[in-house]
């Protein structure tokens, strides 16, 4: 089974700030299929990038993803007020397929 | 665009079956999708249960694949999880969602709150 492990946990920060969140797979995710989600409290998860590197459809611009084998990242360029949420990532390369545990960024 | 919608008992006894359907909207379960099942206990992170494609065919997490069966009916446009020997653990918001070949889960339903108690 392919462990993601999530890095931070938490991060506390202002509107208007870039973010950087680590996403590290025990084992090479196979064909870079890694996505991340955004969730907010009461909702279910929401795509954003797939394939690593690839926004979903209707995804803004700021959002962007990086990585590959087993490091990856999810960019945010400048943090909006609705960008407050969790972040999962998940690989779909190799099943049985797994998510990392979630980092959660919230408002300094 | 299609939606999906979970549906079942929010409370279910120990050592019982956990049983959900999941109802597919705005597009066949029989397209060339697959349909999955994936938890998250209160306060962790996402787990995926199992997925199961039209023709009945299902895949299990090799931790939960003694206690789970998936299985599809095309005629209702549904597809459903049943979790027996259920305890605490297995408390969670569960969400259907779907999937294509070589893809990530997209979109998902709203989840359900299942609670596990006597």
């Known amino acids: 089974e392919t462990v993601l492990t999530q890095s931070p946990g938490t991060l506390s920060l202002s509107p208007g700030e870039r973010v950087t969140l680590s996403c590290r797979a025990s084992?090479?995710?196979?064909?870079?299929?890694l996505a991340w989600f955004q969730q907010k409290p009461g909702q279910a998860p929401r795509l954003l990038i797939f394939g690593a590197s690839n926004r979903a459809t209707g995804i803004p611009d700021r959002f962007s993803g990086s990585g590959s084998g087993t490091d990856f990242t999810l960019t945010i360029s400048r943090l909006e007020p609705e960008d407050f949420a969790v972040y999962h990532c998940h690989q779909y390369g190799r099943s049985p397929w797994t998510f990392g545990q979630g980092t959660k960024v919230e408002i300094k | 665009q299609v939606q999906l919608q979970e549906s079942g008992p929010g409370l279910v006894r120990p050592s019982e079956t956990l049983s959900l359907t999941c109802t597919v909207s705005g597009d066949s379960i029989t397209t060339d999708y697959y349909w999955g099942w994936i938890r998250q206990a209160p306060g962790k992170g996402l787990e995926w249960i199992g997925t199961v494609y039209h023709s009945g065919t299902a895949y299990y997490s090799p931790s939960l694949k003694s206690r789970v069966t998936i299985s599809v009916d095309t005629s209702k446009n549904q597809f459903s999880l049943k979790l027996n020997s259920v305890t605490a653990a297995d408390t969670a918001v569960y969400y259907c969602?779907?999937?294509?070949?070589?893809?990530?889960?997209?979109?998902w339903g709203q989840g359900t709150l299942v609670t596990v108690s006597s």
């Open positions: 969602a779907r999937r294509r070949y070589a893809g990530p889960f997209d979109p």
């Open positions: 084992q090479s995710v196979s064909g870079d299929y």
